[in-house]
């Protein structure tokens, strides 16, 4: 697909990440206003509340964006979906008729406020990156024993914490947790001392369920995409994770992008599932390409030095996509809500450079990583800035997810020191 051109001219630059086929939604603010609805296009925001105000955007299902969050559109269904994506189109294309109503309307990125776009119902994260599982199987038991025996026949997961679901630009407070020292019979409540990110792509379910969901139904339920960085204590994880999986570790925050891109703007971009050495049973079985061709990376910038590229993978390196973590949630006839976000995993490649967490970059502390001013890091350190980027690139065109980035902060202190 080529770029398809906008009116507003920095929409048509190739490098910019929001042309007109992105579209994607996000929440903002300027000065005092209240948080809205809004799409980025080139390098302004359509304010949806003020477009509707203005009979704009006018759709059956009533008044949409009188709410600062998107939930409100997913629940109106796939139909509603396309419906304003084609709506946005001529509004924001080349040739717009109703560009004098439109351009009060607009505002520019470069003075808002970015929130969380939707309201996160509850969050699920998933295990289901092999090179990620291999590695860290690797680490902790071995080549011959790496994968679990479950991990090529169906995609693992934990329940996380929504309420600690954050929006890119948000300070995450280095956690306290009990820990496990080799060097001492006992543990031990301190500052977590490995402290990590995870590279991964959220999944935003749009459409709630009360069963079990198919693949392809499962796709269709999703209303679209960000980046999240699932932020780990990897000290607190080793000493709890036996034998009910993360707990504590994975609760101080998971930073997400600011904008949701849509499957519908993500779908020339799909690639298969990699081949599978055992065939999936039938409710899991790959059904047509649900991957994307995301190119994604990671920088690391020390508090007052310069941001170095650690680590470049893409998101087609997956082995179960965000259908089949879907489909799978379902299965127990566990319901879906509106708002509910899937995190696919560490998205990690098959070389070193290509590792979605520090874990795996630095093998366990054990092979610091070098960055560009001679320091090393095997773990975060306070004032580290994280940033995920990700961006799938057409025929003269880039589809963006805004930057996904948390500065880790130190530890408060002794929390229950008396």
């Keep these: 697909m080529p770029l398809l051109p906008s009116w507003i001219d920095s929409a048509n630059r190739p490098d910019n990440p929001f042309p007109l086929n ?68 001529v509004l924001l294309g080349e040739g717009a008729g109703e560009r004098a109503q439109v351009a009060p309307c607009l505002v520019p990125q470069a003075g808002a406020m970015m929130h969380l776009p939707f309201l996160v119902s509850e969050y699920t994260d998933f295990y289901a990156g092999r090179h990620h599982a291999f590695n860290v199987g690797v680490m902790f038991r071995g080549a011959d024993n790496a994968l679990p025996p479950n991990w090529l026949h169906l995609p693992i997961g934990y329940n996380g914490r929504a309420s600690s679901v954050v929006v890119s630009g948000t300070d995450v407070r280095r956690p306290w947790g009990q820990v496990k020292s080799p060097d001492h019979a006992l543990p031990a409540f301190q500052p977590s001392r490995r402290f990590d990110f995870e590279l991964e792509l959220g999944a935003v379910v749009g459409m709630a369920s009360d069963g079990p969901v198919t693949v392809d139904e499962a796709h269709a339920m ?137 874990l795996e970059l630095s093998w366990g502390g054990k092979e610091p990583i070098t960055l560009d001013g001679g320091v090393t890091r095997s773990f975060l350190e306070d004032g580290d800035t994280l940033t995920l980027h990700g961006a799938a690139r057409g025929d003269g065109f880039t589809i963006g997810f805004g930057t996904c980035a948390g500065r880790l902060i130190p530890a408060l202190p002794d929390p229950y020191a008396r």
Aim: proline share 8%; with cysteine.
């Design 222 to 358: 999703i209303f679209g995409y960000v980046l999240l960085n699932d932020w780990s204590a990897r000290d607190i994880q080793a000493w709890e994770y036996q034998p009910l999986g993360p707990f504590q570790a994975k609760a101080t925050a998971t930073t997400i992008s600011p904008w949701i891109v849509t499957g519908a703007a993500l779908d020339p971009f799909r690639v298969a599932c990699p081949a599978r050495e055992f065939p999936l049973l039938p409710h899991l079985r790959d059904t047509g390409p649900m991957l994307y061709d995301i190119d994604l990376s990671v920088t690391l910038t020390p508090d007052g030095g310069a941001a170095t590229t650690i680590a470049r993978t893409n998101y087609r390196e997956m082995y179960y996509s965000a259908p089949q973590q879907l489909a799978h949630h379902t299965t127990s006839g566990c319901p879906m809500n509106a708002g509910d976000l899937l995190g696919s995993g560490t998205i990690s490649g098959p070389t070193k450079d290509s590792r979605g967490s520090l």
């Design 22 to 89: 992105n579209l994607p939604y996000g929440v903002f603010s300027t000065g005092d206003d209240d948080p809205r609805c809004g799409v980025a296009i080139g390098d302004m925001i359509l304010d949806c509340r003020a477009a509707e105000e203005a009979g704009l955007l006018a759709f059956d299902a009533g008044p949409l964006f009188d709410v600062p969050f998107w939930n409100e559109v997913m629940e109106a269904g796939p139909d509603l979906w396309a419906a304003l994506r084609a709506r946005l189109m």
